[in-house]
């Protein structure tokens, strides 16, 4: 079983390791980097925060490092919508629904019913 210490400087340790809400100044997760319109920038994580005696863990990026978010094109977008309305669409009956056709069926709920 591996032990949790909450002790940055520990070369141990294979990143730093901070407690909950307790991380410096200068380094955010994926999802408050997002928020900031940032993105990590292809560089990897450099200190973690362990929550939950061990069991949850986030990944700290350095926000001076972090690069503005990309923005899809017009024709990025365009094959997105395209995509997800190909996920609606029922291979069997051919209708499109407001949900998303499960994979493990192949078809909409309606179909599947009748097989």
Do not use: S
């Amino acid at each position: 079983m591996t032990t949790y210490t909450y002790d940055p400087a520990n070369p141990a340790d294979e990143f730093p390791t901070y407690p909950y809400l307790l991380a410096p100044d200068g380094l955010a997760t994926r999802r408050q980097l997002r928020a900031a319109g940032l993105r990590p920038g292809g560089h990897h994580a450099v200190a973690q925060i362990l929550w939950r005696r061990g069991k949850r863990v986030a990944y700290l990026y350095r926000l001076d490092w972090a690069k503005p978010k990309r923005i899809a094109t017009p024709a990025q977008r365009e094959a997105i919508a395209k995509a997800l309305l190909a996920r609606r669409t029922c291979r069997d009956c051919g209708q499109i629904k407001p949900y998303y056709i499960p994979r493990r069926y192949g078809c909409c709920l309606d179909c599947h019913g009748g097989h």
